[in-house]
């Protein structure tokens, strides 16, 4: 694949979550990412694992092999593949691929420059380390939860993005480059320890500096970015749907009141909070008076800081997102073109997921297998080779 990281190879212990979020990234921007897949099982029960495993977009751009990783005949041909690779990324608990003998010590045995990712939701140490959780439970213990809804209501969950993904699965990218920049001069590889909890408390960077300062209360629904200010938050229209306002510097401000015809004295008091309910009140009852589409042809391209609150199925088809190419269509599905752009060495969208074992035979090969040698791995179960479409 094209791409800035078209010289590095994966090798990706197949999870759920962040850690293929993780790999669809570095696949994105050109990275060849070996997915070493479980067995074929029984039909799914209907599980979590079973709904987000070979999703078609998370895992596009990939190449499988599947091995039984419980034979050590299975563990040996993932080694072979470390033997040639640049980074590995796991997402099992602590210690489960140092019991599968696939820990950092057998792999830098085969490659010392091998750069080690471990995705975990609490860490590789601490007293939750070993217990299970999800995004939510992460982001609970990092204040991000805490800071989000309104203030009469339970915190509201953030779908699954800051912590799988934005406290997750990009942290553990920018961990792993990181580790490979470091071992392109020192010859060595290393362990990235990329744990949820660290991750989303880092995206809170910003709210515990304004803390610190005073600038910001540590209650829902009382700050100038949690839906308190009347100046950033989101408005229902005539029409039942959603807009968005987030004209916080003065300037932006003053426009958003002149284009939309305002001129209470009230609204001067931009930063009073204590006038935020009132001045709030009367935007909403403002907002109710016409339509999205008609907000959108007097305030949308101008320096109020607006945009509609699109649906999924809307986003792809706005104009600026058309215009940018955000979204493209592959095998009937629509899913977000890789990001971010590069001007010399740029991306394309990769091949979607591959079926469980597409590539055994050839990465086995690859790895120094010989044919009849590959032939009894698959008779023995230890592999299985997907048939040839």
Not at 160 to 169: C, K, P, R, S, T
Not at 283 to 303: V, Y
Request: aromatic share 6%; glycine share 12%.
């Amino acid at each position: 694949m094209p791409g800035p990281l078209s010289h590095l190879t994966v090798i990706e212990l197949a999870g759920i979550g962040p850690g293929p979020f993780a790999c669809m990234l570095l696949a994105d921007l050109g990275a060849t990412v070996i997915r070493v897949d479980r067995l074929p099982g029984p039909p799914s029960r209907g599980g979590l694992e079973d709904l987000m495993r070979n999703d078609g977009i998370v895992d596009r751009g990939r190449r499988s092999i599947a091995v039984n990783m419980k034979d050590p005949r299975g563990v040996e041909a993932v080694l072979k593949l470390v033997k040639g690779a640049d980074v590995l990324i796991e997402g099992f608990r602590p210690g489960v691929a140092e019991k599968l003998g696939l820990g950092p010590e057998a792999c830098h045995a085969r490659n010392p420059r091998l750069v080690y990712g471990r995705m975990t939701g609490w860490g590789q140490s601490g007293p939750l380390a070993q217990a299970a959780g999800h995004d939510l439970n992460y982001i609970a213990l990092s204040g991000a939860l805490h800071a989000m809804g309104p203030a009469d209501r339970p915190p509201a969950p953030p779908l699954n993005l800051v912590g799988d993904y934005g406290g997750g699965g990009m942290l553990l990218v920018v961990g792993v480059l990181a580790a490979q920049a470091e071992a392109q001069r020192s010859g060595q590889g290393q362990v990235v320890d990329a744990a949820m909890t660290d991750g989303a408390a880092l995206l809170m960077a910003a709210q515990y500096g304004l803390m610190a300062k005073g600038f910001w209360q540590d209650r829902r629904e009382s700050n100038f970015l949690d839906g308190a200010a009347h100046f950033y938050g989101t408005y229902e229209c005539a029409d039942g749907r959603f807009v968005s306002i987030g004209a916080i510097e003065p300037q932006f401000y003053q426009q958003l009141l002149a284009l939309c015809g305002i001129d209470d004295p009230g609204f001067q008091k931009q930063w009073d909070s204590g006038e935020w309910p009132m001045l709030r009140s009367q935007l909403e009852a403002l907002f109710r008076t016409r339509t999205r589409d008609e907000w959108c042809a007097l305030l949308e391209g101008t320096d109020v800081c607006f945009a509609p609150v699109l649906s999924m199925k809307e986003a792809p088809h706005h104009p600026h997102n058309l215009a940018r190419g955000t979204f493209v269509q592959a095998d009937g599905a629509v899913q977000p073109a890789p990001a971010p752009r590069f001007d010399r060495t740029p991306t394309q969208l990769p091949p979607r997921a591959p079926a469980v074992g597409a590539h055994t035979r050839a990465l086995l090969a690859q790895a120094g297998y010989a044919s009849d040698g590959i032939d009894a791995l698959c008779a023995a179960g230890v592999v299985h080779a997907a048939p040839s479409p």
